[in-house]
Protein backbone atom coordinates (compact mmCIF):
# COMPACT_ATOMS: atom_id res chain seq x y z
CA UNK A 1 0.00 0.00 0.00
CA UNK A 2 2.56 2.63 1.01
CA UNK A 3 4.70 1.83 -2.17
CA UNK A 4 1.77 2.49 -4.31
CA UNK A 5 1.01 5.98 -2.91
CA UNK A 6 4.79 6.70 -2.63
CA UNK A 7 4.53 5.91 -6.40
CA UNK A 8 1.26 7.72 -7.31
CA UNK A 9 2.51 10.83 -5.03
CA UNK A 10 5.51 11.02 -7.83
CA UNK A 11 3.79 10.86 -10.43
CA UNK A 12 1.81 13.32 -9.24
CA UNK A 13 4.47 15.87 -8.39
CA UNK A 14 6.24 15.22 -11.26
CA UNK A 15 2.44 16.39 -13.47
CA UNK A 16 0.54 17.90 -11.08
CA UNK A 17 -1.86 18.22 -13.70
CA UNK A 18 -2.33 14.51 -14.35
CA UNK A 19 -5.41 12.42 -13.22
CA UNK A 20 -2.91 10.35 -10.90
CA UNK A 21 -4.73 12.07 -8.00
CA UNK A 22 -7.32 9.68 -8.14
CA UNK A 23 -5.84 6.28 -7.15
CA UNK A 24 -3.61 7.97 -5.21
CA UNK A 25 -6.60 9.46 -2.70
CA UNK A 26 -8.56 5.78 -3.39
CA UNK A 27 -5.05 4.53 -1.87
CA UNK A 28 -4.79 7.03 1.01
CA UNK A 29 -8.34 6.03 1.39
CA UNK A 30 -7.83 2.34 1.60
CA UNK A 31 -4.86 3.37 3.87
CA UNK A 32 -6.98 4.67 6.88
CA UNK A 33 -5.73 8.25 6.01
CA UNK A 34 -9.69 10.23 5.31
CA UNK A 35 -8.03 13.63 5.76
CA UNK A 36 -5.03 13.27 3.37
CA UNK A 37 -6.84 11.70 1.13
CA UNK A 38 -9.63 14.70 0.93
CA UNK A 39 -6.83 16.70 0.56
CA UNK A 40 -5.84 15.46 -2.41
CA UNK A 41 -9.13 14.69 -4.43
CA UNK A 42 -10.42 18.22 -3.62
CA UNK A 43 -7.62 19.81 -4.84
CA UNK A 44 -7.61 17.54 -8.06
CA UNK A 45 -11.25 18.60 -8.49
CA UNK A 46 -10.28 21.90 -8.74
CA UNK A 47 -8.12 20.94 -12.29
CA UNK A 48 -10.50 18.40 -12.78
CA UNK A 49 -14.12 19.45 -11.30
CA UNK A 50 -16.30 17.23 -14.72
CA UNK A 51 -14.12 14.09 -13.82
CA UNK A 52 -16.51 11.53 -12.62
CA UNK A 53 -14.12 9.66 -10.88
CA UNK A 54 -12.71 11.67 -9.39
CA UNK A 55 -16.09 12.75 -7.69
CA UNK A 56 -16.73 8.79 -6.62
CA UNK A 57 -13.43 8.71 -4.77
CA UNK A 58 -14.46 11.89 -3.18
CA UNK A 59 -17.83 10.68 -1.77
CA UNK A 60 -16.07 6.97 -0.93
CA UNK A 61 -13.95 9.58 1.54
CA UNK A 62 -16.70 10.97 2.50
CA UNK A 63 -18.52 7.71 3.09
CA UNK A 64 -15.71 6.46 5.24
CA UNK A 65 -15.73 9.19 7.39
CA UNK A 66 -19.63 8.45 7.80
CA UNK A 67 -20.30 12.45 5.97
CA UNK A 68 -23.02 10.74 4.21
CA UNK A 69 -24.90 14.14 2.81
CA UNK A 70 -21.69 15.46 1.50
CA UNK A 71 -21.23 11.33 -0.26
CA UNK A 72 -24.44 12.15 -1.69
CA UNK A 73 -23.58 15.16 -3.14
CA UNK A 74 -20.26 13.58 -4.90
CA UNK A 75 -22.03 10.56 -6.07
CA UNK A 76 -25.17 12.64 -7.44
CA UNK A 77 -22.41 15.04 -9.19
CA UNK A 78 -20.54 11.90 -10.70
CA UNK A 79 -23.94 10.64 -12.08
CA UNK A 80 -24.39 13.79 -13.84
CA UNK A 81 -21.33 14.05 -15.08
CA UNK A 82 -21.42 10.49 -16.42
CA UNK A 83 -25.01 8.79 -16.74
CA UNK A 84 -25.11 5.40 -15.35
CA UNK A 85 -21.59 5.67 -13.38
CA UNK A 86 -21.33 2.34 -11.79
CA UNK A 87 -19.76 3.50 -9.07
CA UNK A 88 -21.97 6.35 -8.46
CA UNK A 89 -25.17 4.26 -8.73
CA UNK A 90 -23.51 1.37 -6.03
CA UNK A 91 -22.94 4.15 -3.78
CA UNK A 92 -25.91 5.95 -4.10
CA UNK A 93 -27.69 2.17 -3.49
CA UNK A 94 -25.39 1.43 -0.53
CA UNK A 95 -26.46 4.97 0.85
CA UNK A 96 -30.29 4.37 0.33
CA UNK A 97 -29.86 0.99 1.83
CA UNK A 98 -28.29 2.67 5.24
CA UNK A 99 -31.27 5.19 5.66
CA UNK A 100 -33.79 2.10 5.33
CA UNK A 101 -34.85 3.38 1.13
CA UNK A 102 -34.88 -0.03 -0.02
CA UNK A 103 -36.74 0.31 -3.03
CA UNK A 104 -34.51 3.30 -4.06
CA UNK A 105 -31.62 1.29 -2.94
CA UNK A 106 -32.68 -1.86 -5.28
CA UNK A 107 -33.23 0.45 -7.90
CA UNK A 108 -29.69 2.31 -8.21
CA UNK A 109 -27.90 -1.17 -8.03
CA UNK A 110 -30.29 -2.96 -10.59
CA UNK A 111 -29.10 -0.03 -12.79
CA UNK A 112 -25.62 -0.73 -11.91
CA UNK A 113 -26.13 -4.14 -12.46
CA UNK A 114 -27.41 -3.74 -16.16
CA UNK A 115 -24.62 -1.45 -16.80
CA UNK A 116 -22.12 -3.74 -15.37
CA UNK A 117 -23.50 -7.14 -16.01
CA UNK A 118 -20.29 -9.23 -14.91
CA UNK A 119 -19.39 -7.45 -11.26
CA UNK A 120 -20.28 -10.28 -9.13
CA UNK A 121 -20.65 -8.14 -6.28
CA UNK A 122 -22.93 -5.82 -7.09
CA UNK A 123 -24.98 -8.71 -8.53
CA UNK A 124 -24.66 -10.15 -4.57
CA UNK A 125 -25.69 -7.06 -3.22
CA UNK A 126 -28.69 -6.77 -5.07
CA UNK A 127 -29.57 -10.51 -3.94
CA UNK A 128 -29.12 -9.71 -0.43
CA UNK A 129 -31.20 -6.51 -1.05
CA UNK A 130 -33.99 -8.40 -2.33
CA UNK A 131 -33.54 -10.83 0.13
CA UNK A 132 -34.10 -8.45 2.87
CA UNK A 133 -37.02 -6.37 0.74
CA UNK A 134 -38.86 -9.97 0.80
CA UNK A 135 -38.32 -10.56 4.92
CA UNK A 136 -39.52 -7.04 5.27
CA UNK A 137 -42.53 -7.49 3.27
CA UNK A 138 -43.38 -10.51 4.85
CA UNK A 139 -43.57 -12.52 1.18
CA UNK A 140 -42.48 -15.86 0.31
CA UNK A 141 -39.54 -15.08 -1.86
CA UNK A 142 -37.48 -18.31 -2.97
CA UNK A 143 -34.38 -15.91 -2.02
CA UNK A 144 -35.84 -14.78 1.13
CA UNK A 145 -33.78 -16.35 4.39
CA UNK A 146 -36.31 -16.04 6.85
CA UNK A 147 -39.70 -14.51 5.34
CA UNK A 148 -41.20 -12.72 8.71
CA UNK A 149 -45.07 -13.28 9.23
CA UNK A 150 -47.35 -10.13 8.39
CA UNK A 151 -47.92 -8.16 11.41
CA UNK A 152 -44.49 -8.88 12.77
CA UNK A 153 -41.42 -6.62 13.16
CA UNK A 154 -39.31 -6.73 10.53
CA UNK A 155 -36.24 -8.33 10.90
CA UNK A 156 -32.90 -7.33 9.46
CA UNK A 157 -30.25 -10.16 8.59
CA UNK A 158 -26.63 -9.40 8.84
CA UNK A 159 -24.62 -8.57 6.27
CA UNK A 160 -22.51 -11.03 6.52
CA UNK A 161 -21.26 -13.77 9.25
CA UNK A 162 -17.23 -15.00 9.22
CA UNK A 163 -15.78 -17.71 11.64
CA UNK A 164 -11.84 -16.82 12.33
CA UNK A 165 -9.28 -19.03 13.51
CA UNK A 166 -6.79 -18.03 16.51
CA UNK A 167 -4.29 -17.15 13.52
CA UNK A 168 -6.67 -14.72 11.88
CA UNK A 169 -7.16 -17.60 9.25
CA UNK A 170 -11.30 -17.72 7.75
CA UNK A 171 -13.04 -21.13 8.87
CA UNK A 172 -15.99 -19.99 7.37
CA UNK A 173 -18.33 -17.51 6.47
CA UNK A 174 -18.83 -14.53 3.92
CA UNK A 175 -18.41 -10.76 4.49
CA UNK A 176 -18.25 -8.53 1.67
CA UNK A 177 -18.18 -4.50 1.40
CA UNK A 178 -20.37 -2.05 0.01
CA UNK A 179 -19.01 -2.37 -3.43
CA UNK A 180 -19.34 -6.06 -3.73
CA UNK A 181 -15.88 -6.90 -3.23
CA UNK A 182 -15.38 -10.20 -0.87
CA UNK A 183 -13.31 -8.85 2.12
CA UNK A 184 -13.75 -11.83 4.16
CA UNK A 185 -9.94 -12.22 4.85
CA UNK A 186 -8.46 -9.02 5.38
CA UNK A 187 -11.80 -7.91 7.14
CA UNK A 188 -10.75 -11.50 9.65
CA UNK A 189 -7.04 -10.64 10.02
CA UNK A 190 -7.37 -6.98 10.51
CA UNK A 191 -10.53 -7.12 13.47
CA UNK A 192 -9.20 -10.48 14.92
CA UNK A 193 -5.94 -8.35 16.46
CA UNK A 194 -8.19 -6.70 18.17
CA UNK A 195 -8.81 -9.55 20.49
CA UNK A 196 -5.98 -9.76 21.69
CA UNK A 197 -5.83 -5.89 22.34
CA UNK A 198 -8.89 -6.60 24.61
CA UNK A 199 -8.10 -9.78 26.39
CA UNK A 200 -4.71 -7.55 27.69
CA UNK A 201 -6.83 -4.63 28.82
CA UNK A 202 -9.31 -7.07 30.14
CA UNK A 203 -6.84 -8.52 31.90
CA UNK A 204 -4.99 -5.44 33.47
CA UNK A 205 -8.35 -3.87 35.04
CA UNK A 206 -9.41 -6.93 35.96
CA UNK A 207 -12.29 -7.46 33.88
CA UNK A 208 -11.97 -11.20 33.30
CA UNK A 209 -12.82 -13.21 30.07
CA UNK A 210 -14.23 -11.09 27.07
CA UNK A 211 -18.10 -12.15 26.22
CA UNK A 212 -18.26 -9.51 23.37
CA UNK A 213 -16.63 -6.43 21.70
CA UNK A 214 -18.75 -4.39 19.10
CA UNK A 215 -17.44 -1.03 16.86
CA UNK A 216 -20.28 1.17 15.31
CA UNK A 217 -18.63 2.05 12.53
CA UNK A 218 -19.83 4.38 9.69
CA UNK A 219 -20.77 1.74 6.92
CA UNK A 220 -21.95 -1.73 9.39
CA UNK A 221 -22.07 -2.42 12.72
CA UNK A 222 -19.38 -5.17 14.03
CA UNK A 223 -19.31 -7.12 16.21
CA UNK A 224 -17.21 -10.21 17.76
CA UNK A 225 -17.40 -12.89 20.15
CA UNK A 226 -15.17 -15.58 21.58
CA UNK A 227 -15.62 -19.28 19.91
CA UNK A 228 -14.01 -22.65 20.85
CA UNK A 229 -10.15 -23.47 19.91
CA UNK A 230 -9.70 -19.83 20.77
CA UNK A 231 -11.21 -18.89 17.24
CA UNK A 232 -13.54 -15.48 16.87
CA UNK A 233 -16.75 -15.30 15.43
CA UNK A 234 -17.53 -12.13 13.53
CA UNK A 235 -20.69 -10.53 12.55
CA UNK A 236 -21.39 -7.24 10.62
CA UNK A 237 -24.74 -5.77 10.07
CA UNK A 238 -26.16 -2.22 8.61
CA UNK A 239 -25.15 0.54 10.19
CA UNK A 240 -28.11 1.70 12.64
CA UNK A 241 -29.02 -2.14 13.22
CA UNK A 242 -30.84 -2.10 16.57
CA UNK A 243 -28.23 -2.86 19.17
CA UNK A 244 -30.73 -5.62 20.75
CA UNK A 245 -31.48 -7.03 17.34
CA UNK A 246 -27.35 -7.17 16.63
CA UNK A 247 -26.67 -8.70 19.68
CA UNK A 248 -28.40 -11.46 18.91
CA UNK A 249 -26.99 -12.27 15.74
CA UNK A 250 -24.16 -12.64 17.71
CA UNK A 251 -25.41 -14.90 20.03
CA UNK A 252 -26.72 -17.01 17.14
CA UNK A 253 -23.16 -16.60 15.26
CA UNK A 254 -21.26 -18.03 18.63
CA UNK A 255 -24.05 -20.94 18.59
CA UNK A 256 -23.38 -21.73 15.18
CA UNK A 257 -19.51 -21.75 15.64
CA UNK A 258 -19.94 -24.36 18.22
CA UNK A 259 -21.84 -26.17 15.81
CA UNK A 260 -18.75 -25.85 13.60
CA UNK A 261 -16.60 -27.25 16.15
CA UNK A 262 -18.69 -30.04 16.81
CA UNK A 263 -19.20 -30.90 13.64
CA UNK A 264 -15.32 -30.63 12.24
CA UNK A 265 -13.58 -32.77 15.41
CA UNK B 1 -21.98 26.05 40.39
CA UNK B 2 -20.97 22.65 37.82
CA UNK B 3 -17.96 22.81 36.25
CA UNK B 4 -18.36 22.42 32.04
CA UNK B 5 -16.73 18.96 31.81
CA UNK B 6 -18.32 17.47 35.00
CA UNK B 7 -21.60 18.75 33.32
CA UNK B 8 -20.68 17.07 30.28
CA UNK B 9 -19.90 13.76 32.49
CA UNK B 10 -22.09 14.00 35.56
CA UNK B 11 -25.46 12.13 33.59
CA UNK B 12 -23.02 9.02 32.74
CA UNK B 13 -21.63 9.02 36.04
CA UNK B 14 -24.96 8.97 37.98
CA UNK B 15 -26.05 5.63 35.55
CA UNK B 16 -27.39 2.53 37.70
CA UNK B 17 -24.18 0.14 37.35
CA UNK B 18 -21.20 2.82 36.00
CA UNK B 19 -17.57 2.79 38.34
CA UNK B 20 -15.83 5.30 35.91
CA UNK B 21 -16.00 7.64 33.03
CA UNK B 22 -13.13 9.41 31.68
CA UNK B 23 -13.38 12.36 28.63
CA UNK B 24 -9.66 11.76 27.39
CA UNK B 25 -7.43 12.86 24.10
CA UNK B 26 -7.22 9.61 22.12
CA UNK B 27 -4.14 10.06 20.72
CA UNK B 28 -1.86 10.28 23.96
CA UNK B 29 -4.10 8.09 26.35
CA UNK B 30 -4.26 10.61 29.28
CA UNK B 31 -7.47 12.01 30.98
CA UNK B 32 -8.67 15.51 30.41
CA UNK B 33 -11.12 14.97 32.94
CA UNK B 34 -13.01 11.89 34.99
CA UNK B 35 -15.36 11.36 37.55
CA UNK B 36 -14.52 7.66 39.10
CA UNK B 37 -15.01 5.41 42.15
CA UNK B 38 -12.00 5.15 44.90
CA UNK B 39 -11.44 1.46 43.49
CA UNK B 40 -10.83 2.59 39.88
CA UNK B 41 -7.67 3.77 38.60
CA UNK B 42 -8.75 6.79 36.26
CA UNK B 43 -5.29 6.89 34.36
CA UNK B 44 -4.73 2.90 33.77
CA UNK B 45 -8.57 2.63 32.42
CA UNK B 46 -7.79 5.85 30.08
CA UNK B 47 -4.76 4.38 28.87
CA UNK B 48 -6.00 1.31 27.85
CA UNK B 49 -9.12 2.20 26.66
CA UNK B 50 -7.68 4.83 24.91
CA UNK B 51 -5.30 1.88 23.38
CA UNK B 52 -7.96 -0.26 22.71
CA UNK B 53 -10.25 2.01 20.95
CA UNK B 54 -7.64 3.15 18.29
CA UNK B 55 -6.90 -0.22 18.06
CA UNK B 56 -10.10 -1.03 17.04
CA UNK B 57 -10.97 2.26 15.28
CA UNK B 58 -7.71 1.61 12.66
CA UNK B 59 -9.02 -1.96 12.03
CA UNK B 60 -12.25 -0.79 11.49
CA UNK B 61 -10.78 1.61 8.99
CA UNK B 62 -8.50 -0.51 7.32
CA UNK B 63 -11.06 -3.26 7.13
CA UNK B 64 -12.75 -0.23 5.02
CA UNK B 65 -15.75 -0.40 7.48
CA UNK B 66 -14.74 3.40 7.91
CA UNK B 67 -14.63 5.52 11.03
CA UNK B 68 -16.19 3.98 14.40
CA UNK B 69 -18.17 6.04 16.41
CA UNK B 70 -18.79 3.74 19.73
CA UNK B 71 -16.82 0.58 20.84
CA UNK B 72 -18.41 -1.41 23.77
CA UNK B 73 -16.46 -4.93 25.24
CA UNK B 74 -18.30 -6.86 27.24
CA UNK B 75 -16.39 -9.34 30.09
CA UNK B 76 -17.31 -11.49 32.75
CA UNK B 77 -16.50 -8.60 35.37
CA UNK B 78 -17.44 -5.26 33.85
CA UNK B 79 -18.20 -3.64 30.50
CA UNK B 80 -15.81 -1.10 28.81
CA UNK B 81 -17.89 1.53 26.08
CA UNK B 82 -15.91 4.42 24.28
CA UNK B 83 -17.40 6.68 22.09
CA UNK B 84 -15.94 9.18 20.11
CA UNK B 85 -16.18 12.95 20.50
CA UNK B 86 -16.28 14.44 17.14
CA UNK B 87 -15.98 13.07 13.79
CA UNK B 88 -12.16 13.44 13.43
CA UNK B 89 -9.84 10.64 14.04
CA UNK B 90 -7.63 11.74 17.13
CA UNK B 91 -10.61 13.39 18.73
CA UNK B 92 -11.96 13.26 22.37
CA UNK B 93 -13.42 10.19 23.08
CA UNK B 94 -15.24 9.56 26.35
CA UNK B 95 -14.95 5.96 28.11
CA UNK B 96 -17.00 4.38 30.78
CA UNK B 97 -16.08 1.70 32.80
CA UNK B 98 -19.58 -0.05 34.14
CA UNK B 99 -20.80 -3.36 36.15
CA UNK B 100 -21.26 -6.19 33.82
CA UNK B 101 -24.98 -6.09 34.62
CA UNK B 102 -25.81 -2.55 34.31
CA UNK B 103 -28.19 -1.63 31.71
CA UNK B 104 -26.35 -1.28 28.05
CA UNK B 105 -29.01 0.66 26.48
CA UNK B 106 -29.10 3.42 29.31
CA UNK B 107 -25.05 2.98 28.93
CA UNK B 108 -24.93 3.52 25.15
CA UNK B 109 -27.79 6.65 25.18
CA UNK B 110 -26.26 8.74 27.92
CA UNK B 111 -22.68 8.31 26.32
CA UNK B 112 -23.68 9.26 23.02
CA UNK B 113 -25.46 12.59 24.73
CA UNK B 114 -21.80 12.80 26.50
CA UNK B 115 -19.85 12.54 23.51
CA UNK B 116 -22.08 15.14 21.65
CA UNK B 117 -21.96 17.41 24.52
CA UNK B 118 -17.87 16.78 24.70
CA UNK B 119 -17.42 17.71 20.99
CA UNK B 120 -19.49 20.58 21.81
CA UNK B 121 -17.69 22.39 24.47
CA UNK B 122 -14.64 21.08 23.26
Redesign the interface.
Do not use: N, Y
Given at each position: MSDEIGRLSDLLAGDPASLAFIPLADALR???Q??VALRVVLRGLERHAYNADAHDVAARIY?????RERAKDEWEMALKITTGHVGALRGLGFLAFQRGDLSTAERHLRDAAERAPHDAGIRTALDRLRATRAVENGSNGASAPAAAPRGTYAVAEPLGELLIDANGLVLAGELR?HTGTD?SA??GA??T??RA??E???A?????????????????A?GLAPAPNGAVTLV?AAPGTA??LFRRHLQRARQRAVSFFEATV | MIAPLDAVLDPVARTRGVRAVVLAAEDDGVPVHAITQTDVDAETLTALGCRLYRSARLASERAGFGASSIMHVEAEGGQIVVARAGNRAGALVVIVLADSDANTGALRLVLSRAATAAAEAA
Open positions: RGSPDADIGDDVSVELGVEAQALRLGLGEWRALSIDAASAVAPG | -
